[in-house]
């Protein structure tokens, strides 16, 4: 499932534990079932990372080291995929309600 993660730093980060993570990370490698196909670093410490997620055990152990940051993820579609969703959606709705 292609979904966007995003990282956001919990408050009050001691300055050590953030460089611990720097270190964690040079030698961190994606579980497998985790397909990161970008990964982003905001200004303010935030983490997106754009990935293809094959089970849920996979995201829990790609975000489990990193418990420094609260994480998000949201399950995504392309446009035109998202267009078709609709138009299904909607015939059903105005079958069901009689639109």
């Known amino acids: 499932m292609l979904c966007v993660s995003i990282g956001t730093p919990v408050r009050g980060l001691p300055r050590k534990q953030a460089r611990e993570y720097t270190t964690l990370f040079q030698q961190w490698k994606a579980p497998a079932g985790f397909d990161m196909k970008s990964l982003y670093f905001g200004g303010d410490g935030t ?31 392309e446009a035109p995929e ?14 069901v309600l009689g639109g």
Not at 82 to 95: G, H, S, T, Y
Request: aromatic residues 12%.
């Open 47 to 77: 983490v997106v990372v754009i990935v293809d997620i094959q089970t849920s055990a996979a995201s829990y152990e790609a975000v489990e080291p990193w418990a420094g940051w609260e994480w998000k993820t949201i399950p995504v579609v």
């Open 82 to 95: 998202m267009l078709q969703i609709i138009e299904r959606v909607r015939a059903w709705e105005d079958k």
